[in-house]
Nanobody
Framework: EVQLVESGGGLVQAGGSLRLSCTAS????????TGWFRQAPGKEREGVSY????????YYADSVKGRFTISSDTARNTVYLQMNRLTPEDTAVYYC???????????????????WGPGIQVTVSS
């Protein structure tokens, strides 16, 4: 059975950092496309970051570029999202999502992703 589980969320003050983890079971992250998405209250879900480990490909939304870093650990079958210099605008439920193969540049088209984690809350206080 394929499963994704996020961890590492919580409450942090503005300017602080958090590291989210997304651990997979039932498949190997290395050959899958994985994205981090988020949804704030009253807003649509948006893409945050993307990684395809075997291709060494990463991509970031403009809103997080320079502050967030996506990485993967194939031994742990985990994808991480290091989030620095957090602001209240980063408050949202964060989801990881994966799909086999490539997304052909459509990094944040969520319909392309087959598997989703349940999401984890990140709250940044001002």
């Amino acid at each position: 059975e394929v499963q994704l589980v996020e961890s590492g969320g919580g409450l942090v003050q503005a300017g602080g950092s958090l590291r989210l983890s997304c651990t997979a079971s039932g498949f190997t992250f290395g050959v899958y496309a994985t994205g981090w998405f988020r949804q704030a209250p009253g807003k649509e879900r948006e893409g945050v970051s993307y990684v395809r480990p075997d291709a060494g490909k990463t991509y970031y939304a403009d809103s997080v570029k320079g502050r967030f870093t996506i990485s993967s650990d194939t031994a742990r079958n985990t994808v991480y999202l290091q989030m620095n210099r957090l602001t209240p605008e980063d408050t949202a439920v964060y989801y990881c999502a994966s799909r086999p193969g490539y997304v052909a540049g459509r990094y944040f088209v969520d319909d392309l992703y087959n598997y989703w984690g349940p999401g984890i809350q990140v709250t940044v206080s001002s």
